[in-house]
């Protein structure tokens, strides 16, 4: 089952905290190294976050420190908690595997973070 349904953004004040859901198929979770990416207006995708099926983690220098990535291997879910938000956080967010599977991308999660 090829799925990807992300959630949980929204508009923050700088400082602000949000928390993004991310649900996905069997397909692209089990087994694999699940990750967060965003992509803010005029710029390329980039990797935010990644946890591996043993939950190790790491993160990308511009959010270490003020971002947590975990998952839940029961629900096939993957989470972003994002605290001390600033407005460069602004972007769309994206789940997929790390490797991305395939070409297929989900909605995304808009997390907008005003100054």
């Known amino acids: 089952q090829v799925q990807l349904v992300e959630s949980g953004g929204g508009l923050v004040q700088t400082g602000g905290s949000l928390r993004l859901s991310c649900v996905a198929g069997?397909?692209?979770?089990?087994?694999?190294?699940m990750a967060w990416y965003r992509q803010a207006p005029g710029k390329q995708r980039e990797l935010v976050a990644a946890?591996?099926?043993?939950?190790?983690?790491n993160y990308a220098d511009s959010v270490k420190g003020r971002f947590t990535i975990s998952r839940d291997n029961t629900k096939n879910a993957v989470y972003l908690q994002m605290d001390s938000l600033k407005p460069e956080d602004t972007a769309v967010y994206y789940c997929?595997?790390?490797?991305?599977?395939?070409?297929?991308w989900g909605q995304g999660a808009q997390v907008t973070v005003s100054s």
């Open positions: 997929n595997s790390k490797p991305p599977y395939g070409v297929y």
């Open positions: 069997i397909s692209i979770f089990k087994g694999n190294i």
């Open positions: 946890i591996t099926n043993d939950k190790r983690t």
